[in-house]
């Protein structure tokens, strides 16, 4: 990670670009079902879901929070999104949940923003931009935040999976200047994706291991961690992601969990 400095200058691009080894955000993209990934990422996940067999329907568990969060926000009345580690544009992102809400993507990797910018192209109320959740205060500065974001309304910041890229130092960070950014009544909505409270098994690191050689090195934190390094922002609803898709209780089985202890919640931060 520490290579991954600057979102302007971004020495990783090569690592995204890259089509001659793994890019693990090209490798999330196939397990969501996505079609903007190689051969070599293909590899690469068939070989993460030798360690973690359903990673594939963590993702989707993930993705369908993500709609179900961006709708049940946009009913609730908020019409302004800024979105951190968006990943891929597709067509399923809050965007289509949130219809009439001004909503700003953004993400480290040039893959995601050159295919975002195209498709948001000539779109006056969806833009999506290069930011780093470690430098948070060069997106609230950028050009489409100050046209698209009224900071007199509260804001729908959306987190997902940005923790595991991200250390606790980084997280803390993170999470402090959004709060001391954002309008009153904004909310975060975000999966914390937790591991075990224990000693992890030699799976955990081989997994990391593979996630570092496909450039993002990832760190899953506990529970009581992930709720810790959000403060100052204050739990408003967190719950097992399966109650708040309302799917049966053994949708989630222990294989799935691993002996990592995997497990989902979908939680909405308040102020
Ligand atoms: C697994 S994808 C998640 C995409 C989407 N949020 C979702 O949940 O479906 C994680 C994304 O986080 C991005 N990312 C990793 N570290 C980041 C950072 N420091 N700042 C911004 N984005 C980052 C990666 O490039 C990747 O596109």
Not at 5 to 12: E, G, H
Not at 66 to 82: K, M, P, V, Y
Not at 259 to 270: M, N, P, Q, R, W
């Amino acid at each position: 990670m520490s290579e991954q400095t600057s979102p302007t200058t971004s020495p990783t691009s090569s690592i995204f670009l890259n089509t001659d080894v793994p890019n693990l955000a090209r490798i999330f993209d196939y397990l969501a079902g996505g079609s903007i990934n190689y051969e070599i990422d293909r590899q690469a996940a068939t070989a993460m879901l030798t360690i973690i067999p359903s990673l594939g329907k963590w993702v989707r568990l993930r993705r369908a929070f993500i709609q179900e969060a961006a709708s049940q926000l946009h009913a609730a009345g908020f019409r302004q999104f800024l979105d951190f580690g968006s990943g891929m544009p597709a067509d399923d992102h809050i965007h289509a949940f949130a219809p009439e809400a001004r909503v700003v993507f953004s993400d480290l990797n040039p893959v995601a923003i050159s295919y975002g910018q195209g498709l948001f192209t000539g779109q006056e109320r969806i833009a999506y931009i290069r930011g780093d959740a470690r430098q948070v205060e060069q997106v609230f500065a950028a050009p489409e935040v100050q046209r698209l974001i009224d900071r007199q309304q509260p804001v729908a910041i959306g987190l997902n999976a940005i923790n595991l890229f991200l250390n606790e130092a980084d997280n803390r960070r993170m999470a402090q200047a959004l709060y001391a950014w954002a309008p009153a009544g904004s909310k975060v909505f975000m999966v914390f994706q937790t591991r075990a409270d224990r000693e992890m098994p030699a799976e955990y690191e081989r997994f990391r291991e593979m996630c570092r050689a496909a450039g993002l090195p990832i760190e899953l934190h506990t529970y009581s961690q992930s709720i810790e390094m959000m403060r100052p922002w204050q739990p408003a609803n967190i719950q097992p992601i399966v109650d708040f898709l309302a799917l049966p209780q053994d949708f989630i089985t222990p294989a799935d969990e691993t002996e990592i202890g995997l497990a989902f919640y979908a939680a909405f931060l308040e102020m």
